[in-house]
């Protein structure tokens, strides 16, 4: 455990409106289709499999390189396949692809031909669209964490543990595509406000289903969506915030749907928003990832690597960039590799999770990812406080020091200078810290992939207040988020490298210690299939009396906050008739967590993903 002062990170780059960004690699038009590896007598391979050979083997066909095998790319759809190289975390990777060898590789890899049974429809308009109410005001889940602090608690949320068993599907919504299910909706003005990685945006009402409006982005919509008032131009209310897969940030006119701004806050080709961004006080607090890059750092051919992850500070009302932060040195020339491409290094520290507002301190905090290359920094798989009023770094604490780490490389990579010296165990964090109370001491509290939970002192540089092993930890899936009332933290285990993983602990605020642990339950999913998994890693939310924790068996389940016990489930492995005509299918869940408010719950079912089984719908539960 390491704790730095600002002082120490004088080199790291903070920009304001208009900065430079890190130097890219040089930009490649989309491929053609050719003839493969068969041009040279032999016959030639079908399109999807020479595009397979020439652009996705190198990392698919590798057992050590991280990336998913070829025959767990068979259990995903085609849809869902060429979704992520369209708009998803291998957008990267699928531009420098035509979009015949795309769709060719789509298919090739999943089995099957691309179809139309989960395409668009007309979706059911409301009758009457009138204005919201005050999102200030009543019933809201607002963000990623139910507000800034990003507790993800709803005290006031109009459900109980008591209510739960009373609980009816009250309609379900689909998602055009699988695997578009990302996205965590968001409640506020008599409104629900979902979107998904198709790059649509939809205003909902919250009790039938039916839609006000939709907006198109320019990318995949994976962030949660966030409320809050805004003056432009004449025009005045309140719009819905969030970032798009080509790190777009939107303002919408919440009423209406219509743009009020867009603002693109990286210009990395690897630059992506999957945290929320955060709204208060006139200001967006936006974060940056760059997964495509780290999925493609391996490659021998590829300029390894330049993307850093960042903070930008925005004017609610313009989307002028007040402020921007990044969390690592600027990368630099490192040599070439054998084949003359040249290398770059340091990079990575990108930041997967809304950032969390501590007014109080004047601090904006966020939590890093892990490196993609040589040297090392200080700066990744930490927890960042940031001034508000200019992105100064004010303090650092780092729980995993030396963690670099790509796809595409090995434990030791003598020949491959593109890889770290060093693989790390690529145990970044992807949860927001969750600014709670307990004692009479604030707590910034949150879970990483290493499978250990922190509790830090916000009062004190971040210091180590204590800590608790919650799992074994793993590289693949996330520890998105911990939930906290006024007694515990609840926090669901990951571990999906292991054979054992999945279960919900409940940890003392105050010390730590582990209340009561549950362990995976038997899972409702096929288990016959490998991507049938236990595994808890999606983020947690409690209410009063009970903790809704989603589960990649496709199940949703809420624990009593007393002892464990099971008091409710959900299960989504089937298909729904949906209020919007889309057929409809739930999954596995992962990443955002359920939403509570109004006496209702809502959650996204179909996570999809590397290891994941897809699914594109949105439930909505109520009580008679």
């Keep these: 455990m390491r704790v730095w002062a600002f002082v120490a990170f004088a080199a790291i780059s903070i920009t304001v409106s208009g900065a430079a960004q890190a130097p890219a690699p040089p930009a490649q038009g989309p491929r053609q289709g050719g003839p493969g590896p068969g041009a040279f007598g032999a016959p030639p391979l079908p399109p999807g499999q020479a595009a397979y050979e020439r652009d996705c083997a190198s990392c698919h066909s590798d057992a050590d390189s991280g990336a998913p095998a070829r025959n767990a790319l068979r259990a995903m759809t085609p849809e869902a396949i060429l979704n992520a190289l369209v ?24 089995g099957r031909a691309l179809g139309t049974s989960v395409a668009s429809a007309t979706p059911s308009k409301c009758k009457a669209s009138p204005a919201m109410s005050d999102p200030a005001r009543g019933a809201s889940w607002n963000g990623w964490g139910n507000g800034p602090s990003n507790a993800r608690y709803a005290s006031n949320g109009g459900l109980t543990a008591a209510d739960l068993p009373k609980l009816k599907l009250k309609w379900a919504f689909g998602y055009a595509n699988v695997n578009a299910a990302r996205a965590q909706p968001a409640y506020a003005g008599g409104r629900l406000f979902a979107a998904s990685e198709n790059a649509e945006v ?6 039938t289903g039916c839609t006000h409006w939709t907006f198109v982005a320019n990318g995949g919509v994976r962030t949660a969506l966030s409320i809050g008032p805004y003056k432009n131009a004449g025009r005045s209310g309140n719009a819905v915030y969030f970032g798009d897969m080509k790190a777009n940030v939107y303002a919408v006119d919440a009423n209406t749907g219509q743009q009020i701004w867009v603002r693109k806050v990286d210009a990395h080709p690897s630059a992506a928003i999957t945290g929320a961004p955060t709204v208060h006080n006139g200001r967006v607090y936006v974060p940056v990832q760059g997964l495509s890059e780290e999925g493609q750092g391996g490659r021998g051919g590829y300029q390894c690597c330049t993307f850093r ?50 007014p109080q301190r004047g601090f904006v905090y966020v939590a890093t990812g892990n490196g993609y290359a040589d040297p090392a920094q200080k700066t990744t798989d930490a927890v960042i406080a940031l001034d508000m009023k200019t992105g100064a770094i004010k303090w650092v604490n780092q729980t995993t020091p030396n963690d670099n780490w790509t796809m595409g490389c090995r434990a030791t990579n003598p020949d491959n200078p593109a890889c770290p010296a060093t693989l790390g165990p690529d145990h970044d964090f992807s949860a927001s810290p969750s600014l709670v109370r307990a004692g009479g001491r604030d707590l910034l509290v949150l879970p990483q992939k290493s499978g250990v939970t922190y509790a830090l002192d916000p009062d004190n540089e971040g210091k180590l207040v204590w800590q608790q092993r919650i799992g074994r930890g793993s590289g693949l899936g996330g520890q998105w988020g911990a939930a906290a009332d006024e007694q515990n933290a609840y926090v669901g285990v990951s571990d999906l490298q292991t054979q054992t993983p999945g279960g919900l602990r409940a940890l003392s605020l105050g010390t730590g210690e582990i209340v009561w642990s549950m362990e995976p339950q038997t899972r409702l999913c096929n288990t016959a299939q490998p991507s049938c998994r236990a595994a808890q890693g999606g983020a947690v939310t409690v209410i009063p009396g009970a903790v809704l924790s989603g589960s990649l068996d496709g199940g949703m389940r809420a624990y009593s906050t007393k002892d464990g016990s099971i008091v409710w489930t959900f299960d989504t492995n089937r298909s729904f008739d949906t209020v919007n005509g889309v057929m409809a299918t739930g999954g596995g869940i992962e990443g955002p967590g359920a939403v509570v408010a109004g006496g209702m719950l809502f959650f996204n079912a179909g996570y999809g993903g590397i290891l994941n089984r897809p699914g594109n719908v949105l439930l909505a539960f109520g009580m008679d």
């Design 87 to 110: 708009n998803g975390k291998m957008q990267r990777q699928g531009s420098t692809m035509s979009d015949a060898d795309r769709r060719a590789v789509s298919e090739f890899l999943a």
């Design 202 to 207: 939809h205003a909902l009402d919250p009790k």
């Design 309 to 358: 992850g960042s903070v930008s500070a925005l004017d609610a009302n313009t989307g002028a960039v007040v402020w921007k932060t990044y969390t690592i040195e600027e990368p630099k020339p490192r040599g070439k590799n054998a084949a003359g491409v040249q290398m770059w290094g340091p990079a990575g520290g990108g930041i997967w999770a809304a950032p969390t507002v501590d």
